[in-house]
């Protein structure tokens, strides 16, 4: 479904990303873990089209989109929640979640509201209450709600547990197990790369804009390179 090839990115004289390779198959849950400032958003954006790489191709259902921007790439089939949520905090819930499909028809965008209230019943219960005065984790939820919205067949999703008390994140990695279910292919940026992997089919492990290893998801929790560094476990 999607594929990166030697892809670079640069900020001016910063190389954040230096020549990855990346694919995801339909269907997938792949995660991209990482330590903070390694380049896990930076990919993110570049695949949105937000960012155009220095060097590299970026494919999407067999069309190069290296160069195509975020409108394109978003009615192609690709939407993302950003990381740090950044909901739109003086507007309500549903304004919030309308944001999200104005690439889409109104039938469709009625189609999708229906779907992300059975996802989040919570945000139906809030419809109307401003953003700003929703929880961390309702404000996740809302994020992810509105990059739904835009029906996405691959979802970008930068860090979605950052910030949360370990019940919410419990939750909303649930529901990302249920979003993949429904038939959305699914990329996850964490740090937090135990509860990433153990809802992941495989993972990248980003080091200073490099991968490092790639595996199943399971080789990597089993894995003593990512155990010590990111797991947090010593092994001997
Ligand atoms: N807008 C920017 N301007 C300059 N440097 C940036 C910018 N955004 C990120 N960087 C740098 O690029 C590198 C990768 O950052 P980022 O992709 O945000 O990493 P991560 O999401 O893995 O924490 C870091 O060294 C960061 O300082
Ligand atoms: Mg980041």
Redesign the pocket.
């Known amino acids: 479904m999607l594929e990166l090839r030697d892809v670079h990115v640069s900020y001016g004289n910063i190389k954040a990303v230096k020549g990855i390779n990346l694919e995801i198959e339909k269907g997938e849950i792949v995660t991209l873990i990482g330590s903070?400032g390694a380049g896990?958003?930076?990919i993110?954006k570049t695949i949105c089209g937000l960012i155009k790489p220095t060097k590299g191709i970026i494919q999407f259902k067999n069309e190069n989109i290296t160069t195509k921007n975020t409108n394109h790439i978003v009615k192609m089939g690709i939407s993302m929640s950003p990381?740090g949520r950044q909901v739109f905090p003086r507007m309500t819930v549903l304004e919030n979640l309308e944001m999200g499909s104005f690439i889409r028809t109104k039938e469709e965008e009625k189609e999708e509201l229906e779907k992300v209230f059975t996802l989040f019943p919570r945000l139906k219960e809030r419809i109307k209450q401003i953003a700003g005065t929703l929880s961390g984790g309702e404000q996740q939820m809302l994020a992810i709600g509105r990059a739904m919205m835009a029906k996405p067949q691959l979802l970008l999703l930068?860090?979605p547990s950052l910030g949360l008390a370990p019940i919410i994140v419990q939750n909303i990695f649930e529901l990302i197990k249920e979003i993949n279910k429904m038939g959305t292919t699914i990329l996850l940026?964490e740090q937090n790369a135990r509860m990433a992997l153990m809802i992941a089919d495989r993972g990248y492990v980003l080091e200073t804009g490099k991968i490092a290893l790639s595996d199943t998801a399971e080789n990597l929790l089993n894995s003593d390179m990512v155990r010590q560094a990111y797991l947090g476990e010593a092994t001997c």
Do not use: A
């Open positions: 903070n896990k958003t930076t993110m990381e930068d860090e940026v």
